[in-house]
Structure formats: structure tokens, C-alpha cells
T-cell receptor, first 115, second 117 residues
Framework: ETGVTQTPRHLVMGMTNKKSLKCEQHLGHNAMYWYKQSAKKPLELMFVYNFKEQTENNSVPSRFSPECPNSSHLFLHLHTLQPEDSALYLC??????????????FGSGTRLTVV | AQKITQTQPGMFVQEKEAVTLDCTYDTSDQSYGLFWYKQPSSGEMIFLIYQGSYDEQNATEGRYSLNFQKARKSANLVISASQLGDSAMYFCAMREKSGGGADGLTFGKGTHLIIQP
């Protein structure tokens, strides 16, 4: 257990479905992140939240909608996805965004398949 | 241009041998942090080691050490006495302090390390 929990671990959804990914951290961190990991590509930063305010949206399509109700919880709402959105979605947290010393603690990821 | 380059897509190493995973980076910042993560087949990213750009000593954590050559912009990971459980993907990452704030880690494409008995 890293202190960052993601649910569900696996998700299969149709292109017309709506689903949500959940991430929860118990580390007292102030920043949370969503990353997408596709086969044979580097991890792609999607969203950054610091003290529950969104500080970065890395040109992510609007079919991905993040929500951060507090510093401990982060959601990724999914709707009308495409098959190319199938990937491993990783959540991470860090003490904050203000220092290069702050590494990430990752969750185990949600393996998403869009059919 | 890629910010993090890992030139070894895959490596096979005999158990108990030392292994070096290459990483070069590109930044114009003076202050930055370099990280290595391990990702087993289960998917979780596990933090291994950190090196700050101003650190004069190479970082070490147990069997892991980071060979930091600042002038060459290189941050290779060295694993001593490799074990079967070291088989995984390994990612080099960098955090920069650009634009007044750190915007997150930038990752390389990774190296798939397989330890053979």
C-alpha cells in the first residue's frame, strides 16, 4: 500500500457510457495528478490540482472531466470515450507543486478498455 | 525535443550482475530534480531514488545508485547485484522549476529490464 488508492483497478466501458475513476490519498499531500499511460508512449500528464484548485490542464479532450472536492480525493469523469482512450490511468500525489524536490506517490492505476 | 531520453527499450541481465540504465535529460533550468521509478507488471509506479541538481554527491538507496553527470546531463541508474524481482519497467523522470512553479514530472519512455536466472 502506497497511501494512494485507485478504484476500480479494471474498467471496460462502451463508447456511449459514463463512468468515473476515483483516487484517494492518505498522505496529507496537497497536490494530485492524473496521468495517462498508453502502450509504447511516455506517461502523459493530464491534470494537476494543488490545494484542490486545478493548476494545469494539458490540452486534454473535454470527454475527460476531472473533479477535486478536497486535497485527498480526485475523480476523473469519463463520457463518450474513443477506443484510443484505452490506457492505464495513474493517479499520483505529492507534497505540492512548489519544489523540484517533491516526487510523486502513485496509485496502482485503473486499466481502462473502451469497446 | 524530448526532455528525457532513455535509449534502451529493453535489457536482459543475468541474476546477480550489476546493471546500468541510461537516462539523459534536457533542461535550461538551474534547479531541477531527477527521479527513477520502477513499474512492475501490476502497474504501480514505485519511487526508487532522487537526485537534486545542486546535490554534489551521487544519490544512493540500498542497491540503487544514481550516476549523476551534470555536464553531460546524464542520470543513469545503477542496480547492484540484480535479483529476479528487479524485472520491470524503469522510468527516468525530471521535475523543473519553470515559469515560477513546478508543473509535474516529465517521464522518459522507459526501459524494460528482464533479469534472467
Amino acid at each position: 500500500e502506497t497511501g494512494v488508492t485507485q478504484t476500480p483497478r479494471h474498467l471496460v466501458m462502451g463508447m456511449t457510457n459514463k463512468k468515473s475513476l476515483k483516487c484517494e490519498q492518505h498522505l496529507g499531500h496537497n497536490a494530485m495528478y492524473w496521468y495517462k499511460q498508453s502502450a509504447k508512449k511516455p506517461l502523459e500528464l493530464m491534470f494537476v490540482y494543488n490545494f484542490k484548485e486545478q493548476t494545469e490542464n494539458n490540452s486534454v479532450p473535454s470527454r475527460f472531466s476531472p473533479e477535486c472536492p478536497n486535497s485527498s480525493h480526485l475523480f476523473l469523469h469519463l463520457h463518450t470515450l474513443q477506443p484510443e482512450d484505452s490506457a492505464l490511468y495513474l493517479c499520483a500525489s505529492s507534497q505540492g507543486t512548489g519544489s523540484v524536490n517533491y516526487g510523486y506517490t502513485f496509485g496502482s492505476g485503473t486499466r481502462l478498455t473502451v469497446v | 525535443a524530448q526532455k528525457i531520453t532513455q535509449t534502451q527499450p529493453g535489457m536482459f541481465v543475468q541474476e546477480k550482475e550489476a546493471v546500468t540504465l541510461d537516462c539523459t535529460y534536457d533542461t535550461s533550468d538551474q534547479s531541477y530534480g531527477l527521479f527513477w521509478y520502477k513499474q512492475p507488471s501490476s502497474g504501480e509506479m514505485i519511487f526508487l531514488i532522487y537526485q537534486g541538481s545542486y546535490d554534489e554527491q551521487n544519490a544512493t538507496e540500498g542497491r540503487y545508485s544514481l550516476n549523476f553527470q551534470k555536464a553531460r546531463k546524464s542520470a543513469n541508474l545503477v542496480i547492484s547485484a540484480s535479483q529476479l524481482g528487479d524485472s520491470a519497467m524503469y522510468f527516468c523522470a525530471m521535475r523543473e522549476k519553470s515559469g515560477g512553479g513546478a508543473d509535474g514530472l516529465t517521464f522518459g519512455k522507459g526501459t524494460h529490464l528482464i533479469i534472467q536466472p
